[in-house]
Structure formats: structure tokens, C-alpha cells
């Protein structure tokens, strides 16, 4: 049997008024995730264990069977794993947005999801700015960038900047955790009020600000961590090859210590616009020559950053019509069958704009597997389902048993 596990970031959120009290996944067409509840079994799973903050690295990691307390190290980490960058000894990775603070507000995340070509322009100028043979920043996707320093602390409580939007961005900025961390944070610190001085005057803000788009005139460190020891799937499950396919760093990054094989997508945007079709071409591909794959679709997240409500319905609309659709259709035809798991990582409440805890509903649809009651795939309809509150590694054992 092949598996495939359709992970709709940020897709679970609360009752909305203006919703008529239902959630987007209650009140969104979905007619595959639906019937795929019908046919399957379902149930919730805690995808962040106590004492972790509802990060999507956490929330990934956990969907794939790992034990946080044993591997996480941050975020960084991961992504510089799939930027190509070779962590050293002593050198600390973390996670660099590029940011639009306004009168002193952390005005959004993302600094109104800059493109890649302008970020790295800025992103060159802050090396030529600011780098050194401590510090060095690494070009990402969009708002989302690497800080690589030497011999730099990890005991720092880091505010992620999608927790704060429309906050003041000073009470959040870096505070150590322990007395020998205070030169990294205060070196951190100072390092995002410099950038604030240095990006505001720079020719690509002030063509984004001329055409009425937000700047992306701070850095902002967060999710620090050194190199981490984490085995393959293949170790764990007895996986034998697995794939990935994600539009943003910290997935693939997962993926590379996981020991999957991470297929590019063209087109892939991490955003509502993004090449939904090229990724499931690469999904049902990547099926006959691999045992799993973890294909993540990140829209839903943003729209719920953003706090749009109606974008994230279309978000989880064309998941089911694009993906969850197209790939069930496909794969029922296939001589050998195909086990289909499909969740979030974390709620991304458009109410609050930022993650949570709460556990998330998942179903597992196998072929010849008895269903349970359960016939919509959301938030309320799958705590009627068979599997209860599900931990650590119990949804991906769940998936691969036969």
C-alpha cells in the first residue's frame, strides 16, 4: 500500500460570526474531504505537546511521528537545512523575516509578502550592511530568511512576529532566558533596530511604498537552534522512501532530516495563487516510485495570518476541488491502493491571525477499512470520530499500518 498525507497548513480555526457560528472548514464546500471522512476513519490529533509553542515546525514534526522533546531545535535550523547551508559547530540558525513595522506596530509578518526577487536585494544589502564573520543572513522565499550566528547563545525567548500584528514590536523584542545569554539578545537587538535604519531609505521600499505596498523595513529573529539529531523515517517507521513537496524552506528542511526526497514545484507560492495543479502532478508521480509523501499546501495559514476570512475559505475550497480531489479520483483506479491522510498542522485562527494549540481533526481513508460514523470532515464533526485524541506518533503509525 502507498500513503499519502495531504497537509492543509493553518486550515482548522473557531466559529465565526460572520460565519454563522460555524468554522471555514464547517462552512466551506468540500465535497471529497467529506466523502473521504465518509469512507474513512477520523479523529483529533495534539500536533503541539505541552510546553512548545504552536509553531509549524513543531506542529510538521509531530505529524510525522517525532519526539519533540528529543529533536526540536527550532526553526532555523530546518530551513537552512533545505537553503543548502551546512551548519558548524557553535553556529546558531535562526529563522529572519523580513518585516513592516508603522510608527513603531508590527504592521504585518511578511512585509505584505514581498516577492523573493526584492527580498533578496535586501537581503544581499544587509549582509553588505550588517554582515560580518559572526553574522551572515541567507536569502529565502518571501518574507522568510535565515540569520546564521557564530557562537551566538539559543537561550532566548523569541517572539514569532505573526503572534504580534498590530502590536508594538519593542515589548516582544529578544530576552534571554539565561544570564549568558544576555550578549546574544542584546547583540540581536541592536541588530534589528540597525536594520531599521538602514532598510527604510532603500530603493526597493521606496518603490513598494510609491506603488502603495508595505515596506519590508525590519529584520526579526526568531526560533533559535543548533544543528539537530533526528533520524529518518525510514530509521523510525520502516519507511523505505518517502518525498516531500512544500513551497517553503522549513518543510523541505523537515523533509531533508527526515530522509525524504524533496521534489520542486514551479509555481509553487506558499499563497493562494499557488500552482495547486503541478503540485498534485508531482504528488501522484512521486506515488509510484515512493511509499509516502507529504505533500503541504500553505495557503490557508496566510489567510489566516492575514485574518481573511473569505480567502480562507477559498484557500480550503481549492484544496478539496484541486488536491484532495484530483489525487482521489486518480488513485482509486490504481491496481495498488493508496491510504490518504488529511490535516492541518495547527489552527490558525482568522480571529486572532496566529496559531494555537488546539488539537486538530484529521481523517485516514484506506481502501476495504471500515468507516465510522462520521460523515464531514471539520473541527466538531470528528470528535465523534473512532480515534479519539491521538499522540506523539499515533497518526502516522496509523496511516502506514496495513
Sequence with gaps: MKHIIILGDGMADEPIPELGGKTPLEYAHTPYMDKLAQLGVTGQLQTVPAGFHPGSEVANLSVLGYNLSKVYEGRGVLEASSMGVDLQPGELAMRCNLICIEDD???NHSAGHISTEEAGELISYLNKELGSSQIKFHTGVSYRHLLVMKNGDKRLDCTPPHDIPLHPFRPAMIKPESPDAEKTAGFLNQLILQSQDILKNHPVNLKR??????PANSIWPWSPGYRPAMKTLKEMFGIEKS???SAVDLIRGIGIYAGMDVLMVEGATGLYDTNYEGKVQAALEALQTHDLVYLHIEASDEAGHEGDVQ??????EDLDKR???????????????VAIGILPDHPTPCAIRTHTSAPIPFLIYKPGVSP???????????LNGKYGVLHDDSFIKELITQ
Design 311 to 316: 480567502l480562507k475559505l477559498r484557500t480550503i
Design 209 to 214: 511604498i510609491a506603488a502603495g505596498k508595505d
Design 323 to 337: 488536491v484532495v480531489g484530483p489525487i482521489y479520483e486518480t488513485v482509486k483506479q490504481w491496481d495498488e491502493p
Design 105 to 107: 506596530i508590527l504592521k
Design 243 to 245: 518525498a516531500v513537496i
Design 372 to 382: 465510522d460514523s462520521v460523515t464531514e470532515y471539520n473541527e466538531h464533526s470528528v
